[in-house]
């Protein structure tokens, strides 16, 4: 009996596991190994970490355990860091695993492959800015989400007993950074149900964004829509701020000082950076694997990339596809779609992105968006109630895609009821 392909996927984001599901669901079809690497246990929908670090969402129950979803979805699973690749002996080489404590669980090692797929995701670019790597938190992970909320908490209960503003700085007008602002509100509008009243009055936030608009990414409308709801909410809106340092007081732009006591940094994004130039592959100047429009990466044909370390150009377009969960999925699903023919000797066919539009979030606010190129209302603006909803489908269906209809259903019910008995916001 022939040895069966091994398939390696490293990054167990959005592409990542959901390609696994793909191919574990196909794998009589391809009689191929999958092995989904990451180093974290857990999977989080990436666009929702600012509800987690802000507390407004329960990560007990959004959090999707690696080892018990592999076993029902036909992939198995390693814990582990990609730190370096072997494309000439097609081996991924691992850093070790480590407790808490920095006791030895796992020393390193290396996984063979077949064919590899990077799929490690993004992160908030510092740009070199002095000081932002030792002030400022990041909200690119479960865990650096789940470090701000704790940060978070402890700041709100000193303001509570001191009777102190709480002044947040974030810096990037992205959706994170317009997301997490107005989630941060909503929670101490929440908490003030708990016995201080005045807790909401107490935030001051401002949102700083080097660009002269925030969401630069979307149109201009949404644009203008959001920093007005943000303003009316009571934030300060800062565009065309170009922050010079992070310092223990808050952040530095030309000759001011925005004070703060807790500082975010949502402002650009890069891959990883040991991606650049891993073992002669081709990388952009943000460290992103530069691909064919099959996917494969450009100088190895067995090692692919997909959503936000990937970077594609499509045809007559002068930029690159953004790197948003809309990519992500529908690269993950193409080449779910079309690796096992490729494997039994078919050609791969390029991968076309459809724009379904854009989406933002103000909480329960208000939210905006377009409807993309695609359907009846082409091109069309929505906002409040319709696009709320809009915005919290695109998480069902990803519950979905990665559960199957019916554990979807239970698992939003599940949900539901729990909203009904628990606090709305994480109090502990």
Sequence with gaps: MPKALRIVIIGGGIAGILLAVKLGQRRQQHQAQVTLIDK?????????????????????????????????????????????????????????????????????????????????????????????????????????????????????????????????????????????SAELSRLLEVAAAYGDPAIRERLQLTLLESGPRILAAFPPKISASSQ?????????????????????????????????????????????????GLDGLETNRVNQIVVAPNLQSTRDDRVFAL???????SPG??????????????????????????????????????????LVSLSDYDAFGTLGSFGFFRGGFVQGRFAQLSHAMLYRRHQQALHGLRKATLLWTAERINGLVQPKIRLT
Aim: charged letters at 20%; one cysteine or more; a negative charge.
């Design 317 to 358: 377009s002068e930029r690159a596809l953004p790197p948003t969960a809309q990519v992500a999925t529908q690269q993950a699903e193409h080449l779910g779609r079309h690796l096992p023919a490729w494997l039994a000797g078919e050609p791969l066919p390029d991968f076309v992105f459809r724009d379904f539009g854009s």
């Design 40 to 180: 974290s246990p857990t999977h989080i929908w990436k666009p929702m970490l600012h509800t987690i670090a802000a507390g407004t969402r329960d990560v007990q129950q959004q959090q999707v355990i690696f080892l018990a979803h592999a076993r029902d979805h036909g992939y198995t699973h390693q814990p582990g860091e990609m730190l370096g690749l072997d494309r000439e002996r097609r081996l991924v080489h691992l850093g070790a695993i480590t407790t808490l404590d920095g006791g030895m669980v796992l020393e390193p090692r290396s996984v063979e492959y077949d064919v590899l797929v990077l799929a490690l995701g993004s992160q908030a670019n510092d740009f070199g800015v002095p000081g932002v790597k030792d002030h400022c938190y990041f909200i690119d992970s479960q865990q650096q989400a789940e470090i701000f909320n704790q940060a978070l908490r402890a700041r709100v209960f000193r303001g509570v007993a001191r009777d102190e503003m709480l002044r947040v700085a974030i810096v990037g007008g992205g959706a994170t950074g317009v997301e997490l």
């Design 307 to 313: 959503g936000d370390c990937s970077s594609l150009r």
């Design 228 to 276: 007005q709801r943000l303003e009316q909410i009571g934030f300060h809106v800062r565009t065309g701020t170009h922050v010079s340092e992070a310092i223990s007081q808050g952040f530095r732009h030309d000759s001011a000082l925005v004070e703060a006591d807790l500082m975010v940094w949502a402002a650009g994004v890069k891959a990883a950076d040991f991606l650049n």
